[in-house]
């Protein structure tokens, strides 16, 4: 029908207005309208790879553009405060109006379904506390490093110079010199834009070794002993994996590799870069824990890694090589599979890894069970924007947290969902510098200082209510889960906590022993 409809349309339109014509010459305008009608009808007939338009020509292209803007239509006119997803409009408005720092209070009650299974709480005390704000603050490094880091419980996650624009890579930093907080670099390198804004810096090291990376791909100690000196450089993570993708590697396409980008890499200009699934510079537990003590010597620097758990047995084999070795890292930040990215594929993203709190709870009973955990800092990272979700995940295992969603939110960020086309509507996530020059640094800046010093303010002040006087005292037992069944658990009953040494006592422990016992610091394969 729609076939039928064009040709009557194209042939019996320009027909008819040739035969008007004669009466009334005025009408022969119609051909504004009627000729590029029929051109695009006989395109989609004759040379398209659509199959709507082959069969819908001219009005198929009403799907196409629809579709082009049904992200839009859905997040303006269809979410709700609570459905949008990664983050919903609630979490959105509330960092931009800490950012802003205007009044991020809601009235007429909470948006949410109470009972609904998977709703999570705290209880408060009749007895509050004013929680110290020396508290906002973590010393990492102490026990192991001449230049230990007294860390913020809220940092910027890693975000590399090439996933971000510059202008957004200069307004965090500046607004972690503002507000005291680290700069996690990303995997891209030491890049000249983290560098501008004199922003303390967390230097992370990918399997790519961009910024201290041979000319064949592999780890250059040379370079980075130099490179790490730095001032601005307080502490070195190697990513081992990320949430997003986990043991996934990636390509930059030649095209993409600017001189700015190479710069920052430390590759040839105009030639593809490929970053490999899995580090070069070591292949074993133990070979891990060498290297990140043969960095934090050369450093004299903290120095931890970075990883989305998978496969419970390789990260006890890491603990095993803590004990051969009597070494540990500074910390560890564990990645949850919720943790975002500018593009990955799609099974990676929805269907690898594990969740953060399953993933802290384990990492932080491994450590205890093996009597590590008082030589390692945890860092949670993975979808984290808000007071209360800092007090959970240190209430399940960690110490302080990172964000990077939250913080590209605070520099204009409005979740296009376009990270992954160099389109980005507000110039956060984007290589192209007329989008990028959106960013105002001098005025974001102030905004991501503002959602930071906002968020561990709310974060104190719930620790408070709660009755506890430093976060240290958060427990699994503090947080509440309601269940499929209508009763509630805390998440002491749905994680039991290990007793310290209990993994070395021999003694059986449901979902820990079977994995200790397969682990081996010298293979990370069982």
Known sequence: MARKLFFWIAIGGTLITLLLSFFWPGVLWLFVFLLPYTLIGILDLTCTNHNVLKNYPVIGHMRYALEFISPEIHQYFIESNQSG???????????????????????????????????????????????????GKVLIGEHSCSQPYLASRLNISAMSFGALSANAIKAMNAGARRGGFAHNTGEGGLSRHHLAEGGDLVWQIGTG????????????????AEKVKHEAVKMVEVKLSQGAKPSHGGVLPAVKVTEEIAQARGVP????????PAHSAFSTPKELILLIDRLRNMANKPVGFKLCLGNRVEFMGICKAMLATGLAPDFITVDGAEGGTGAAPVEYTDRLGMPLNEALVFVHNSLVGAGL???????????????FDMVTKIALGADLCNSARAMMFAVGCIQALKCNTNCCPTGVTTQDPVRGKAVNIAEKQIRVANYHRATIASFLDIVGAMGLESPDQLSARHIF?????????????????????????????????????EASADAFLP
């Open 481 to 517: 889960r309601r269940l499929a069944d209508q009763t509630e658990g805390s998440y002491a009953t749905l994680y039991p906590a290990l007793a310290t040494g209990a993994l070395l006592e021999g003694e059986y422990i449901f979902g820990y022993s079977n994995y200790w016992a």
């Open 269 to 276: 200009v105009g030639v593809a870069v490929i970053s490999p």
């Open 209 to 224: 070794y961009f910024g201290c990376r041979t000319p064949e791909g592999g780890f250059d100690e040379k370079l980075f």
């Open 373 to 387: 955990r008082d030589k390692v800092k945890i860092i949670a990272s993975g979808k984290v924007a808000s007071g």
């Open 85 to 135: 997803k990664p983050f919903n409009r609630e979490i959105r408005n509330m960092v931009y109006s800490r950012a802003k720092g205007v009044s991020d209070t809601q009235p007429f009650g909470t948006q949410f379904e109470l009972t609904d299974c998977g709703y999570h709480r705290a209880n408060h005390s009749l007895t509050p506390k004013a929680v110290d704000a020396s508290h």
